[in-house]
Structures are given as structure tokens and as C-alpha cells.
Nanobody, 124 residues
């Protein structure tokens, strides 16, 4: 499964950005899609995740500001980012986890795929 992230850029504090993750390839199911971020000198951290049943999880630091959505028809996941702060500056990565197609009706192996990352810079 291949992931392509887009939508990053430079924005002033208080502004908004929409990140898009487009996925392609053959798979049996996608159990979750998520956005992670990594700021310089820091570890990669989970920003938000959406499971196949629509349930979402957001990091405390972005709760009520960021929203993750998924559109299976267009094979995309979005991260809607509002009220951006300087501390949101990071490279944002999309992630998908699920099961590949197997032989016949049997499930294939699990996969955990990453996109290439998109830079988000928030100026204060």
C-alpha cells in the first residue's frame, strides 16, 4: 500500500491547513489511518488516528483544533488543522495499517505503510 501526503506549507499562527493522504495499491482492509508528526530533535508522535469503525483518537495537544477524517470513495484521509500554533511546526507523516489480500478468501499478511512526509511550518 502506497501513501502520498500533501498539503503542508507555511501558515501564520491561528491559521488553518488541510493535509491530505492519498492511498493506493491492493489490500484486503485498512484498519486504521493516522497522522504522525516529528519536530526537529524530537521523536515522532501520534497526532490523530481514525479506525475502520470511524472512531478517532487525537493527541491532547491538538484536541479541539485538529480533526482526522477518511473518505474511502476517494481513497483519502485528511487532517483538518485549525488554530495552528508555532509548536505544531513539524514534518507530518500519514500512516495506514491493515491486511493485504491473500489467496482466495484467506487474508494476507499485515502491513504498516508510511507516506513521505509533508512539512508544516507555523510562524508566530
Amino acid at each position: 500500500v502506497q501513501l502520498q501526503a500533501s498539503g503542508g506549507g507555511l501558515v501564520q499562527a491561528g491559521g488553518s491547513l488541510l493535509l491530505t493522504c492519498t492511498y493506493s495499491g491492493s489490500f484486503r482492509s485498512i484498519d486504521s489511518m493516522a497522522w504522525y508528526r516529528q519536530a526537529p530533535g524530537k521523536q515522532r508522535e501520534l497526532v490523530a488516528r481514525i479506525d475502520s469503525d470511524g472512531k478517532t483518537v487525537e493527541a491532547v495537544s491538538v484536541k479541539d483544533r485538529f480533526t482526522i477524517t477518511r473518505d474511502t470513495a476517494s481513497k483519502t484521509a485528511h487532517l483538518h488543522m485549525n488554530s495552528l500554533k508555532a509548536e505544531d511546526t513539524a514534518v507530518y507523516y500519514c500512516n495506514a495499517a491493515g491486511t493485504l489480500a491473500g489467496k482466495g478468501w484467506s487474508p494476507g499478511p499485515r502491513f504498516n505503510s508510511w507516506g513521505q512526509g509533508t512539512q508544516v511550518t507555523v510562524s508566530s
